[in-house]
């Protein structure tokens, strides 16, 4: 019985192959059942049971007196088999991607500040002094948006980067992507027309992934940055009502969009009406000398919905983050209220005694400072020791790098290669779905050493060695 169950299959699985590479193309006529029966040396009972697995699989249908036939829908098939394939190799990368968080020096496929970035001693003093003052608070139950106390430190946080606002346009997160999925949901609607860069973050796609929305890919380049004249096009045609912005640190291309362009994308997107969601997790990583201001800083009729979070800058297994949802406010405090939705309130209690400290100023500076010497050490380790035409980002701070190989260089190989020697680093897959992409995500959001360094130029030399002359 097994043994008929695996033959079926297996004839099953051989036909299925002919026909996903057009062997037998669309409308054909498969062999005849005796014909199977005698290549396939198998029973009639068995190439019927292969026959039907494809018929209920839409690959095949039956017509009478003549036989199987490839269905004449086949090319949707064909496409929806290749977007499974695409998602299922996406939600892999992201498994190892995860499991390599725990940062090392051969870990460059994680974007979580690592411990020696962050003063450990300073961090455990403020929880202690949060726990002594706010001891009675900590056990209590704190519903959206927040605790006030937070809130309020939040709001002169973000009066310095040219927000001014009141601790009640303020909503605490947890910062992760099911709180980025809720906030779409509620912003861009749950059949609206969202625009989003073409190479994005991946926490993106998983959030409009399970989302009924019409997606707008805008063209960006680690040289070029974010192509705003392609963005506002699609604003002013109608053909988006909401868009979705990185824009400052991008991740993972790196770019900053300057000032003119964010004033003009405000500008424009309230002439039509169209949402703003500014994602900008990265700003207090870029240094003064690059100044720029957020797009909430132009907006006069709460159209941009601002997002915060200390997880990138601070400490990442806090959690926290923010956002201020304008006029979308009251509809992410009630989703958050009927879904019993509360940020934990030690995080938030810490979270607000850190931001009043002056220990927060001085780990941003110092972190800036660190991260702007290493951004000039990583491109001078790619340049020694990649091949020529590689192309890498030049952010203006930060710790992510986009890289693109050249094109004669099998990514594939070059990647096995890379992960052969437990060095890690991001797959350009996991940010562009639409691309065969020839690019990888490089972090380093730890202290440059030795041992990374060394790991960066075997990296280079993997990619040298594996040119396709």
């Known amino acids: 019985m097994s043994k008929k169950l695996f033959n079926y299959v297996k004839i099953a699985k051989k036909l299925e192959s002919l026909i996903m590479t057009g062997i037998i193309a669309s409308g054909e006529s498969l062999p005849s059942i005796r014909s199977l029966i005698n290549s396939e040396n198998a029973s009639k009972t068995t190439i019927i049971k292969s026959l039907t697995e494809l018929q209920n699989s839409g690959l095949i249908e039956s017509k009478e007196r003549s036989g199987f036939f490839v269905s004449n829908n086949i090319e949707i098939i064909r496409k929806e088999k290749l977007s499974i394939s ?59 948006p927040g605790n006030i106390r937070t809130r309020i430190q939040i709001a002169q946080h973000l009066s310095l980067i040219g927000i ?19 906030l779409i949901r509620i912003v861009a609607g749950e059949y609206g ?33 974010f192509d705003t004249k392609y963005a506002l096009n699609l604003v002013k045609s109608g053909k988006i009502d909401t868009l979705l912005l990185n824009p400052t640190l991008s991740n993972p291309l790196g770019y900053t969009i300057p000032n003119d362009d964010r004033e003009e994308i405000v500008k424009v997107c309230t002439n039509h009406a169209c949402n703003i969601i500014e994602d900008d ?10 100044e720029v201001l957020p797009l909430k800083y132009w907006d006069k009729s709460g159209i941009v919905t601002y997002l915060g979070s200390l997880s990138k800058v601070v400490v990442p297994g806090w959690r926290i983050g923010w956002s201020l949802p304008g006029r979308h406010l009251p509809d992410i405090v009630a989703h958050m209220m009927s879904n019993n939705i509360s940020i934990s309130s030690p995080s938030q209690l810490i979270s607000s005694e850190l931001l009043g400290s002056i220990h927060y100023v001085d780990h941003i500076r110092a972190l800036r400072s660190v991260l702007a010497h290493q951004i000039e050490d990583v491109r001078s380790l790619i340049l ?43 797959n350009g897959k996991l940010f562009d779905l639409n691309d065969n992409t020839r690019s990888f995500r490089l972090c380093v959001p730890r202290v440059l050493n030795i041992n990374s360094k060394a790991a960066i130029r075997e990296i280079g030399l993997i990619a040298s060695n594996n040119i396709n002359n």
Not at 164 to 180: H, K, R, Y
Not at 283 to 290: G, N, T, V
Not at 385 to 397: H, L, Q, R, W
Not at 408 to 423: A, P, R, S
């Open 86 to 144: 695409k998602l299922q190799e996406f939600d892999g990368l992201i498994a190892n991607l995860i499991n390599d968080a725990p940062n090392g020096d051969l870990t460059f496929s994680s974007a979580v500040l690592d411990i020696s970035l962050i003063s450990v001693n300073h961090l455990s003093a403020i929880a202690t002094r949060a726990v002594k003052k706010y001891s009675s608070e900590f056990i209590k139950l704190m519903p959206p």
């Open 164 to 182: 001014i606002c009141s601790p009640n346009d303020i909503v605490i997160t947890s910062g992760d992507n099911n709180s980025l999925q809720n």
């Open 193 to 225: 027309n969202i625009g989003i860069d073409k190479t994005c973050y991946f926490g993106y796609q998983q959030a409009i992934k399970n989302l009924n929305l019409n997606v707008h890919w805008i063209p960006s380049s680690a040289t070029a940055g």
């Open 281 to 290: 997790v990265f700003f207090d990583l870029l240094p003064p000398k690059h």
């Open 384 to 426: 020694d020791f990649f091949p020529t035409g590689t192309e890498i980002s030049a952010p203006k701070g930060g710790y992510i790098f986009w890289i693109t190989l050249p094109d004669n260089i099998n990514f594939d190989v070059f990647y096995q290669l890379v992960e052969n020697k437990k060095i890690k680093i991001s």
